[in-house]
Nanobody, 122 residues
């Protein structure tokens, strides 16, 4: 089970930190990812990180502004978002996959959290 939190309303240029707590980590949740979905658009990849900390991947649109972090002792993955833009608005989902690489496609993830809404005002 994945539980995401931390969304809210922020002005452009501001920051937010999202958190995703994972219950019952197994080999099928070896990699964690963040996705987002804007109104009227498809769900898109944001960032991914394995629990072993080897390798990280970001979407080009968030590189240099977002950071994905994991705190294994707390079974928690974070998405630190800075320099937010109105186009970052959407529902942010955390997801888990059992993978040997860093998946970027939604259908490569087996488990999903409920989503948390991020709204960036201009």
């Amino acid at each position: 089970q994945l539980q995401a939190s931390g969304g809210g309303l922020v002005q452009a240029g501001g920051s937010l930190r999202l958190a995703c707590v994972v219950s019952g980590r197994t080999s099928s949740t070896s990699v964690m990812g963040w996705f987002r979905q804007a109104p009227g658009k498809e769900r898109e990849f944001v960032a991914t990180i394995p629990w072993n900390g080897v390798g990280i991947a970001y979407a080009d649109s968030v590189k240099g502004r977002f950071a994905i972090l994991r705190e294994a002792a707390k079974n928690t993955v974070y998405l630190q978002m800075s320099a937010l833009k109105p186009e970052d608005t959407g529902i942010y989902y955390c997801a888990a996959a059992g993978s040997m690489w860093l998946p970027r496609k939604a259908d490569e993830y087996n488990y999903w959290g409920q989503g948390t809404l991020v709204t960036v005002s201009s």
